[in-house]
């Protein structure tokens, strides 16, 4: 396939390699050019503005936040103006609830697709073509896309017409995860300061009642002190912040988002926000008392 | 073997029955006799004070909470008096941490064994023999115990010598459970509000990240919206309690188990204390003005 | 004094008002243009676009939030625009941190000058002169608009020339308040469901320790259960998602401002939006089971 | 009079000093007798058990907590057994609501009176007679208490006969504190962090809308960065809790109360339980990461 891959952060930029190697043609554009030109000696060609990249099949978006989205789509020489027919728009970043919906109402008004992907996994998980997409949007624009998916995961869930229904799956998943983080942390902390072994403690649940990869990740990361960033502390921040947006949006009360979203805040406060999520075990013991000799 | 059962509530009962099934010799005591009386057509015997059922190899208690594991211990014709020689005091109900610790120096003060096992699983799991069984004690008495736990459950994990670890397992485990039911009764209040379709949303995520027992289970009572108490609010309160009160008496701050404790104790106070903890669901959409037509 | 006055809310209007009967010369806006003819027949000049009120020497803005202060400053014929030489920007409603520093840079690059002055007080309280008005900024273009603050309050407070200092005191104070009114109303529902008399009380605790107007009041409306908007639930909830939105901007959680903003949540959830803030008492007395027999 | 007091506590001490300079005839009794001798020299008599210590005409107990209330009431030559005829039991410091109805059936049950009179206020106010003092019981023997009360504070306060309508005062009095000081905290940390003056700030809140002791008292202490325990933290974590035990046997969720608890857990965990409350403002703080630099 002919296709755009805008935004070239660690995500992003695995994506355009993923699915060059894959056999596609692949025009990418960033901000910072030289992140793109990076991307030549790999055969990608270079937009210069977004607009060039979406002349093909169909162009991901994988941005920081919404503004970065806004700035590509709606902004100058941007995918709103200027996409070429045919090309769907492929958002697989996290973005908000109503720019997903701001995003499907502007693209129908101009008769572009629009299919909104977000995606579960890390880095390394798209090089090794085993990431989990979460897909809504129009079905034969989901069908068309179905090889880039291929491409980049092992697994793709398609869970309606109605964008919001991809992006409501991620950030609740996602707040889920803070919700189990954020509880394991406090466990972690109980456990240390008891004296109780917290390896065989957490051996047993994570094999029994929650043998899920969510809870065995973190329980590991945290027993063996590792905050290296897969998943960056300050975008669990971000991501909860975009769930109590959404809930807000419907006045649904979310207390635990709420909680871990303070504790989150407390993290980037205290100097923690390139670490991994799993640094909110540092908070905890923190707020246990157990970095009280450093 | 033969074995004394002191408790006959739902789990101890089913205990007791499951326990004679398997050809062992009990005697049983409960407070009100009547329900004693019932087990006798299946062999069991009857002591008229909990002294009397700790003649055997091993006594269980399975009761209530902390205060009635005290009176049969320390009360009038209690264990802590009467207790033949050898018969190992085999705590299997969730009790506080510093009751556990209390029984375990008594009892060491007159020469007498305990193990703490406290249990994953309800009263089916027992009759299906599958039962989690959390050991801690001395390794001599617990091997002596395994028929006991062979019986009645699937699995039996020996988490050391001293008897905290133990309990401390299955108040971490029953901690992530408020906090993950509570998490997801809040992110079916944003689904349906916001008229996503939850089944879809939590298919996803609990054949995904979140693929454990814990998940599955919870996400299915509350898609079915059943609240027939399998594991009772109430108890569910209870036992965020017993965490809370480990966790002061070790100055551990742990912020979702506040939380926790207070949507449970609104699900009490809103009468849901019979319902299951699932019922958790039910508090959140009236936060979320769900229910404001009925 | 040659005055504009946009927005003609409930406060807004009250502020015309009180100034036309001080005897200045008002120039008032409103989106819709209804409200201002209500105020022709008291002497009021009606402007037919927001440039049109800014001809004089001050213009009062006074709407319901951020994205109403951008209409009529930076929007189509807006203020900053139009705004005639010497004209003095003078905000009164509570709008966010970030929004008063926009708007401080955008008037200082066009040689205007912004003076920040938001208030404590009711549409009762403008009428009888005795709002509390706290304001930041140049001090010279505050002193000119000292007969402005003359005429609507018994108080200005002048905190500082940076624009930001004025917003934060009214943010903060707003905070405190929805904090203490949360406090009262779970304290209600606690003396209320253990039988103590809520009155005595209240009333030894807001004549000692807490004998502040902001507890005076709040308590006598909750035992009067007395919900008559002076001060909209809706609106308490907006300002501590403002407090929120600055405190996130400088990396400091603020869990009590979380939790408060959860319990406004859920009375706006539940329907009680249009209530005074004293309807916490409501949420709290609903989450204690108070309410269960209506 | 002729006067007993148990507890020699800083609070015991200088009311029994404050009773002998009055000219009442004093009896004391402390667990460590050391501390009863210092007052020999000011005229005290020494008991040798709680029981001599109650044959006047009231006995007065100010105890750190329920555990040594009950060792003196309940336990062996205590006040339960040997109370004289017509010495009135008046219990002075903070204790649980349901130990406060435990003393009054008890000492109903032998004919004795109980009045349940906790204080708001330190030692320097007692020596100034300048306590508050809030009293429930029977009317007569409170009656008869007058002297005492006029001894020790400038003003008492009656609600009623109830004996837990005093301590719940006291209780709710020591919440409403605790989340007025947690709330200021907050404030303090975005002010401070923010580069507002916290002082300017502070100063107009509480000197209008909180114009009241408590927010005065403490806003100026952490403006001071003032942590020289008057009211100790790990006192005001003991009466939070004695609050949330009270609310959780009449099912009421007091979500702030879960919440200042956490907070006031985490500044003993980092070792601040002997610095007053106000060290509140380190928690928040630390939390802000204001302190990452030391």
């Known amino acids: 396939m002919n296709l755009g891959v805008i935004g070239l952060g660690m995500m992003g930029r695995a994506m355009a390699q993923t699915l060059l190697r894959a056999g596609h043609r692949v025009t990418v554009w960033n901000r910072t050019r030289g992140r793109a030109e990076e991307l030549q000696a790999e055969g990608a060609l270079i937009a210069d503005v977004p607009a060039d990249a979406c002349k093909g099949e169909a162009v991901i978006t994988c941005l920081a936040d919404d503004d970065a989205v806004k700035a590509v789509v709606f902004g100058e020489n941007g995918l709103a103006g200027a996409r070429a027919d045919g090309c769907i728009h492929v958002s697989m970043s996290t973005i908000s609830l ?6 499907s109402q502007a693209h129908g008004e101009t008769g572009q697709r629009f299919v909104a992907a977000p995606v579960f996994g890390r880095p390394d998980t798209i090089a090794a073509a085993q990431l989990l997409i979460v897909a809504a949007g129009d079905a034969e624009a ?100 975009l769930v109590l ?50």
Chains 1, 2, 3, 4 share one sequence.
């Open 245 to 294: 947006d959404a809930a807000a949006s419907f006045d649904v009360p979310m207390p635990v988002a709420s909680l871990a979203r303070d504790r989150l805040l407390a993290g980037v406060a205290r100097g923690h926000q390139d670490k991994d999520l799993s640094a909110l075990a540092l908070v905890c013991a923190e707020d246990a008392g157990l970095m009280n000799d450093k």
């Open 98 to 103: 109503s720019l997903n919906r701001q995003l």
């Open 142 to 241: 989901i069908a068309q896309c179905q090889p880039i998916f291929d491409a980049l995961g092992r697994r793709t869930i398609v869970v309606g017409a109605d964008p919001i229904a991809a992006p409501m799956v991620k950030l609740v998943g996602n707040f889920l995860l803070a919700s189990a983080v954020e509880s394991l942390a406090e466990a972690m902390a109980l456990l240390r300061k008891s004296g109780t072994d917290p390896q065989a403690c957490l051996d047993v649940l994570t094999d029994t009642l929650f043998a899920a990869p969510a809870y065995k990740n973190y329980a590991r990361l945290m027993l063996e002190q590792n905050y290296d960033p897969g998943f960056r502390l300050a975008l669990g921040l971000k991501d909860v912040g």
